[in-house]
């Protein structure tokens, strides 16, 4: 593990965790020179864990996440421990993805700043991707640390119920109307046209959106699987049980806007959801 140096303020080390959905890992970052702000420490891997403390020596004072999913915060009770750096956070209801080992003294609020001599991270609530999920833009560089709200190279699954992607495109539109010079996500490289990149991102979702209506509209009452191979054709088999929750999300989505309506077949053994356009 290699620790880069990406601005005057940050560095950057990426956890041994490569995998079809963590990309090439999880990106940790180190904020400061003299007094260090840790985001995102990723997974209890022991040598990763052993690395950051290296990076780190006495100068860590906070620890940061994004949000307590496993590949995000589980190393910040171990390195809480040994350097006393407060973790920093906010805690959500076990969802069954949750990381229940990160506990902070109280819930991180939008807007909230950590100020040191050096920087101010300003905390930014982006629930989308799950629920607790938290930007943090470094102001004097402009840096967004964007944990999974956006990631390099492919898009962010959104897992009901604490997935949302109504809320997903409203936080995303939300980050155009700050200062963002550079995004630096939980996984893969920096991004380095913010602005585009929340567009596309809006636009990708609001296109795929729109495949959905078309899919009801063609094919009548359905349900997710038979919707799935329609809305989702252009996506690897391997991917395809990932799509499945964000078509569920995009489907609650219109469910909220009433543009769909959900059904249960009860002529099925366990019932079925299914879904069917509203008039």
């Given at each position: ?66 949000h307590t999913h496993p590949d995000h915060s589980p190393a910040a009770k171990q390195i809480s421990n040994v350097t006393g750096a407060k973790m920093i956070g906010c805690v959500m209801a076990d969802d069954g993805h949750q990381d229940r080992t990160f506990e902070v003294e109280e819930n991180l609020n939008h807007g909230q700043l950590l100020e040191s001599p050096e920087f101010i991270l300003e905390a930014i609530h982006t629930p989308g991707h ?150």
């Open positions: 593990m290699t620790l880069y140096r990406l601005s005057p303020l940050v560095r950057r080390v990426t956890a041994p965790n490569s995998n079809l959905m963590t990309g090439p890992g999880t990106n940790s970052y180190l904020v400061g020179n003299r007094e260090l702000a840790l985001i995102d420490p990723g997974p209890a891997i022991p040598s990763h864990i052993d690395q950051l403390l290296t990076f780190c020596g006495d100068r860590l004072r906070w620890i940061l996440v994004t799950v629920a607790n999920q938290f930007c943090f833009l470094l102001q004097e560089e402009g840096m967004l640390f964007s944990g999974d709200h956006i990631m390099q190279g492919s898009s962010v699954v959104i897992i009901p119920p604490s997935g949302n992607m109504a809320a997903y495109i409203r936080s995303t539109r939300h980050l155009m109307n700050y200062s963002i010079n550079t995004i630096a996500p939980g996984h893969g490289d920096l991004l380095n046209n913010p602005a585009g990149v929340l567009e596309q991102i809006v636009n990708h979702r609001l296109q795929r959106e729109q495949r959905v209506i078309e899919a009801l509209r063609h094919l009548g009452e359905s349900g997710m699987d038979t919707l799935l191979k329609h809305v989702y054709s252009d996506v690897s088999t391997d991917l395809l049980p990932m799509a499945k929750l964000s078509l569920w999300a995009h489907l609650l989505k219109l469910e909220e806007d009433g543009v769909a309506q959900k059904k249960i077949a009860q002529h099925w053994a366990f019932g079925e959801e299914r879904w069917v356009l509203l008039p």
